[in-house]
């Protein structure tokens, strides 16, 4: 069945620190990837997806790649701030099934401090 | 445009109890899912509907859970009885039937049972 595997945290940075997030997946078709992110007292929102192998989804300074040669979509941001502290889930949803379910990874906890 | 609701936000109940989640998707979102983290693990799918009919609910633990969705509009989760394990976050997700990877998440019904 398809699987997600995510990096583990928790993970501390300073602000302005660089982030990555690394998100390895398993399928059977050809899913669509995503980034989920959960901030403190909020539900999940959306923060970036992709759909096809090489597409880069990109969102709030936040970039993430399919690689479908290495079956990857790690999440990166270049200069993280207090704000971005929040739980992050790789995601994938297959799109050969009929019903678009999401299988998601753990989630990463990030705390950027000032 | 209103967002997902869920009602409670968090429920205390003893084992052996019932209890009934609620979820209100966003107007005119045919497909609606429910997915479930425990102890701090991934996100898992439950079940999803589309409209009133249930197209895939082969992620629902057990016949102790109950979900419907009576005229395709909100749904409720009913857990009866409660056991330890079922102690997580709920959460619901809608899309539309025409862009239906995108999902769109509620803030979460956080279940304790003691």
């Known amino acids: 069945g398809d699987s997600v595997t995510q990096m583990e945290g928790p993970v501390t940075l300073s602000e302005e620190a660089f982030l990555t997030i690394n998100c390895t997946y398993t399928?059977?078709?050809?899913?669509?990837l995503f980034w989920y992110v959960q901030y403190p007292g909020e539900g999940l929102q959306l923060l970036l997806k992709?759909?096809?192998?090489?597409d880069k989804g990109s969102n709030k300074g936040f970039e993430a790649t399919y690689r479908k040669e290495t079956t990857s979509f790690h999440l990166e941001k270049g200069s993280v701030q207090v704000s971005d502290s929040a739980v992050y889930f790789c995601?994938?949803?297959?799109?050969?099934?009929?019903?678009?379910?999401?299988?998601f990874g753990a989630g990463t906890t990030v705390t950027v401090r000032a | 445009e209103a967002g997902v609701t869920q009602f409670p936000s968090h429920s205390v109940i003893e084992k052996g109890q019932t209890v009934t989640l609620r979820c209100d998707p966003i107007?005119?979102?045919?497909?609606l899912y429910w997915y479930r983290r425990v102890m701090g693990k991934e996100i898992k799918f439950l079940l999803h509907f589309v409209k009133e009919s249930k197209q895939d609910e082969s992620g629902m633990p057990n016949n102790r859970f109950l979900a419907e969705r009576t005229g395709g509009t909100y749904s409720t989760l009913k857990v009866q009885p409660a056991e330890l394990e079922d102690s997580g976050v709920y959460f619901c997700a809608s899309s539309q039937i025409l862009s239906s990877y995108e999902q769109y998440f509620g803030p979460g019904t956080r279940l304790t049972v003691t």
């Open positions: 992709a759909t096809k192998a090489d």
């Open positions: 399928a059977t078709g050809y899913p669509s």
């Open positions: 995601a994938l949803s297959d799109r050969g099934s009929n019903d678009y379910k999401l299988s």
């Open positions: 107007s005119g979102h045919d497909n």
